[in-house]
């Protein structure tokens, strides 16, 4: 029966910073992947290859075998950037069905041609289940319940369907193959030329096949499976396929059959005996003498005992033509849908490859999707299902008034209307992604819904527009203007660029001002995407122009300057204009969610002490990291070296070092082998054979009877290799070509904890728990006549615990300034802090930074290199020791399942969406996440309220924070942020005083019931202040 349900370094390109790739490197890969799925082409096999039938076609769609294969054919976890709902199997399914749509192309466009026509056959089931589960209990008792995952999805795909118009067949008590059989019995009278294709290969259909007139069709694949392929793989006639079944029985659905019986035997006694009767006849008949038999042995004994199961068996496997269904050919006709009419769906899911297919199926003009920025269709009536878009259909034509600054009259005009508005939303267009090589195309700016203007100052044709001085005098001081609130999407962005061109942007922070990245972001920082695009889709039902359409894509790219003043017009217009409609939308959220002061207090602010980071850059010495460059590769050379040596002595060959499989062979082949190994002992397998990942190589290193030293030449060899290629080459790419800096950026709406990331390049990813990591440190370095500070908060997160939990002994043990892993370690085994064993305290210092991940005895273990049974005493001593942790762990998970979320110290909020999950692994996560977003979101917290103090104390830019300058630290200033630390640039002269200031203002950011200890270190470069 059917299924029921029950970061590597990018190269700036040369374009306008919002066209990056819109769903993220893992939602392109998957929508390869299923590319790949649904396009498959015919192979040789028992299925014939498709032909284009000259008949009338019916397709009958399997749905839950369709949702199911879907399901399982895209691995990769795909989720909307919109909703943020799963959509793996939605776009499998998709990806199907329009495959299936667009295949039918060449016999639409032929004049009097066949018609096709597309139903979905769907399980239903009744008050007591399925017919069959009332005639056998156990029918498909052993099924597992579906993934959570999937019920939302099969809701999403029917949802398509029926706005498609696409017919779903369903009988209460009855399955998608029982809805099928009746609806090619109930058609063959009335449409004895109709040719139906039943999409699946449910091997229960192939009964159901009838020369000519019934077929399987695999469309993954291309191929049809008729009588002629039944016959040629089994030997049977379709009359024959009901008694296959039911000696075989199926495992799956819980069908019993005869033991020992498959779809082979089941077959070959057919062939001979005929039928299911026949068969039995033979197996029972006592009276023939034993050497006469033709079926003999234990297959004989299976077959009569069995006798009393087969009927039930026969009833279960055969599909009822008399199933009760509703069923109109005529409204399965293809011509009737409207494919266009889901374009706003599959925008919001983010399928980008899909989207282009469903625009090419124009379907019913009255149907298609009306956004608010259309394209233009054909009103001339029914055009041909397929018909292509004409070449002009992707102008939009926008339903906004806006208006292109071209001249001094205009450009007046425009600085009286935003002097007259209390609130403006503005945005710039420019030449790059990275503000610190972009230079400003134009500016666009809005005052009310529905109307904006751009001013350009660079095009194809500078002789339409102002130059860009003229411009920046005339609207500088409304940008600089503090009170006068600002409204934009990622303005640090435009802080950076207009900071570049002269002009310091202000009036972040007044009355109305908004940034609705940073808005959507504090609303609900698990939504997959905040960009501008995705905002305006799903919070205002609107499709914005995009930027492709401007400037394409690929080796064609343009910059956004080389595009014509009257296309980038309503693009940069609309921009402005989208981000004002939704700060009115989501201010009144912040407000009503108790948010407002986060955003307006912190995270607003915030964004000028990043642009500030990015825009001041680090100092790197290039040489520096050309010496480490090449020490390391004569180091990475002479290990290769070492490596090949030591298997050619033992081995008498060698291999590639870069290869895990062959690593493999060396490690764990047989000394006997073709290709002789070490034969050690293999200690956990891939998918493709055994492993030789980090944990391995490091268990081999360990085992004290191993004598190869080939584990730890290659996990040397490995380290070494990611620092040159990851790192070391990288970063010299990284330098400004003017600053001689890296300009590095911060983001605010990536990690969910509230938790600054780095990118372009990912500093925070550069290595600290080596040697020869931190050595990458030395060539990040202050300018002559200066020093770096680097400031770090000391166990952050553990204080923070002891402050949220309110643990007594915790509290207690930082306040008496103890060394608190040996403090803990006393506590957790009972003993003096002068007996502690550095092993004791290695294991407390474990579960102090584990807790709050929710380490399991199992990681522990294995961490510590101790059995699961220690582990779990060192866990429960600890929890015995420090009640008040685990009261307060309790409660952060307790805060989830009511709330649904959790909250920081500042009341940053974090959805735990999976809290409640019936799946007690993702459960489990959920649970670790909910304590976790508590302790590390409040460590960002504290750490964004120090810099945001520092950067009014210390930065001459910091208008709008209403700051207290430090005259005595004059010329310092912020640089990184990396996890709990800042680093600073401060001339010699000053750097006492600096690093004393900011160790104060550090440690007094929070009031917390432990201290806060900031150690700080003053140096030339970044290593040696650590």
């Avoid at 009286?416 to 609130?423: E, M, Q, R, T």
């Avoid at 060539?779 to 908060?793: C, M, N, T």
């Amino acid at each position: 029966m059917g299924h029921r349900l029950g970061l590597n370094r990018v190269q700036t390109p040369p374009v306008h910073r919002h066209s990056q790739n819109r769903y993220g490197e893992a939602g392109d890969r998957a929508e390869r992947c299923v590319s790949e799925q649904v396009e498959g082409t015919a192979r040789i096999g028992v299925w014939g290859e498709r032909f284009v039938s000259t008949n009338p076609t019916l397709y009958i769609i399997d749905g839950y075998a369709q949702f199911f294969r879907a399901y399982h054919a895209i691995r990769t976890p795909m989720t909307s950037p919109v909703t943020g709902e799963p959509t793996n199997m939605t776009y499998g399914f998709l990806g199907m069905l329009l495959k299936l749509i667009k295949g039918q192309e060449p016999r639409m466009l032929e004049a009097g041609g066949p018609p096709t026509y597309i139903a979905v056959a769907l399980d239903v089931s009744g008050d007591r289940g399925t017919f069959r589960s009332e005639l056998y209990e156990d029918y498909k008792a052993n099924r597992d319940a579906p993934p959570e995952d999937l019920r939302p999805q099969v809701d999403r795909c029917l949802a398509m369907l029926k706005e498609m118009g696409v017919p779903v067949i369903g009988s209460p008590g009855y399955e998608a193959d029982d809805v099928i059989a009746a609806i090619a019995a109930n058609l063959k009278k009335d449409h004895p030329d109709l040719l139906i294709r039943m999409i699946s290969k449910d091997k229960d259909l192939k009964q159901l096949l009838e020369r000519g007139r019934v077929e399987l069709y695999d469309i993954h694949h291309d191929k049809v499976g008729d009588v002629e392929a039944l016959k040629e793989e089994t030997g049977l006639d379709p009359e024959q396929v009901v008694d296959m079944l039911t000696l075989m029985g199926d495992t799956v659905d819980n069908v019993p059959g005869v033991p020992g019986v498959g779809p082979k035997t089941a077959a070959q006694l057919l062939v001979e005996f005929g039928t299911l009767e026949a068969v039995i006849a033979e197996a029972t008949d006592e009276a023939k003498p034993k050497k006469e038999w033709i079926i003999k042995g234990k297959r004989r004994e299976n077959i009569a005992a069995s006798v009393e199961s087969l009927p039930l068996s026969k009833d279960l496997v055969t599909l009822r033509a008399d199933t009760p269904i509703e069923f109109d050919l005529d409204a399965c006709k293809l011509e009737k849908f409207t494919p266009r009419s889901i374009e706003p769906a599959v925008r919001e899911l983010g399928f980008n490859r899909l989207l282009d297919e469903v625009k090419a199926l124009t379907g019913n003009s009255a149907e298609a999707p009306k956004p608010t920025k259309k394209a233009k269709v054909d009103d001339s009536g029914f055009g041909g299902l397929f018909d292509q878009a004409d070449d002009d259909a992707e102008e939009h034509v926008v339903e906004g008034d806006y208006t292109i600054v071209r001249t001094k009259t205009e450009l007046k005009k425009l600085v009286s209307a935003l002097k007259k508005a209390p609130v403006i939303a503005l945005d710039t267009e420019t030449t790059a992604i990275r503000p610190m090589l972009a230079d400003l195309v134009g500016l666009s700016f809005a005052t009310e819904p529905g109307a904006g203007w751009y001013v350009p100052v660079r095009s194809p044709d500078p002789s339409k527009h102002l130059d860009e001085e003229t411009v920046l005098e005339s609207l500088g001081p409304i940008i600089e203007d503090p009170k006068k609130a600002k409204v934009g999407h990622n303005l640090k962005y435009d802080l950076i660029v207009l900071r570049r061109a002269g002009l310091e942007l202000r009036g972040l922070t007044a009355t109305g001002a908004c940034d609705t990245m940073i808005a959507s972001y504090i609303l609900d920082a698990s939504r997959p995407s905040h960009s501008l695009d995705n905002l305006a889709l799903a919070m205002l039902n609107r499709t914005n122009i995009s930027i492709k359409d401007l400037i394409g894509s690929g080796k064609k790219q343009k910059r956004f300057d080389e595009v014509p003043v009257e296309k980038a017009g309503p693009y940069a217009a609309e921009d402005s204009d989208v981000s004002l409609q939704l700060a009115h939308i989501m201010l009144p959220q912040l407000e009503e969610t108790g948010l407002l002061d986060l955003a307006r207090d912190i995270e607003t602010p915030l964004m000028d002490v990043l642009a500030e980071l990015e825009y001041n850059g680090i100092l790197v010495d290039p040489d520096e990291l050309e010496r480490q460059h090449t020490r390391l590769q004569k180091e990475i050379d002479r290990l290769r070296k070492a490596i090949e040596d030591e298997a050619y002595n033992a081995l008498g060959r060698g291999f590639d070092p870069d290869s895990p499989k062959q690593l493999a062979g060396i490690l764990f082949n047989k000394t006997t082998d073709e290709e002789p190994g070490l034969g050690l002992r293999v200690i956990k397998r891939g998918k493709t054979g055994p492993s030789t990942d980090a944990e391995v190589l490091d268990k081999l290193t360990q085992d004290a009877s191993i004598e190869t030293t080939i584990p730890q030449l290659i996990l040397d060899y490995r380290q070494l290799t990611k620092l040159v290629n990851t790192y070391l080459a990288n970063l010299a790419e990284e330098i400004h070509p003017e600053t001689g800096r890296i300009h590095a950026s911060f983001n605010q709406t990536v990690a969910a904890t509230g938790r600054l990331s780095s990118s372009d390049p990912n500093l925070q990813n550069i290595p600290i728990r080596t040697d020869v990591g931190r050595e990458i440190r030395k060539a990040f370095v202050a300018p002559k006549g200066s020093v770096l500070i680097s400031a770090d908060y000391s166990q952050i997160e553990l204080r923070l615990l002891a402050h949220l939990s309110q643990d007594k002994a915790l509290i207690s043990a930082f306040k008496e300034g103890q060394d608190i892993h040996r403090a803990v370690a006393a506590q957790i085994h009972g003993v003096s802090l002068d007996d502690v064993t550095k092993e004791q305290r290695s294991g407390a210092k474990m579960v102090n930074f584990g807790i709050v991940y929710g380490i399991t005895p199992f990681g522990l273990a294995r961490r510590l290199g101790v059995s699961n049974t220690e582990a779990t005493e060192i866990i429960d001593g600890y929890k015995k020791r420090f009640p008040g942790i685990t009261t307060f762990l309790a409660e952060c998970i307790t805060e989830a399942q009511e709330k649904g979320y959790v909250e920081t110290m500042l009341r940053r909020r974090r959805p735990i969406l999976e809290i409640d999950s019936n799946n007690p692994n993702r459960r489990a996560l959920a649970e670790r996440m909910a304590i976790n977003s508590v302790v590390q979101g409040s460590a960002a917290d504290l750490i964004k309220l120090a810099m945001l103090d520092l950067h009014k104390r210390l930065s001459p830019n910091a208008a709008d924070l209403r700051g207290e300058r430090e005259p005595e630290v004059a010329g310092v200033r912020m640089l990184l942020q990396i996890h709990d630390e800042l680093v600073f640039e401060a001339p010699k002269k000053v750097a006492n005083k600096a690093m004393k200031l900011i160790t104060e203002r550090m440690e007094s950011a929070m009031e917390l019931d432990v201290p806060l200890v900031v150690d700080a270190a003053a140096s030339g470069n970044w290593f040696e202040g650590k």
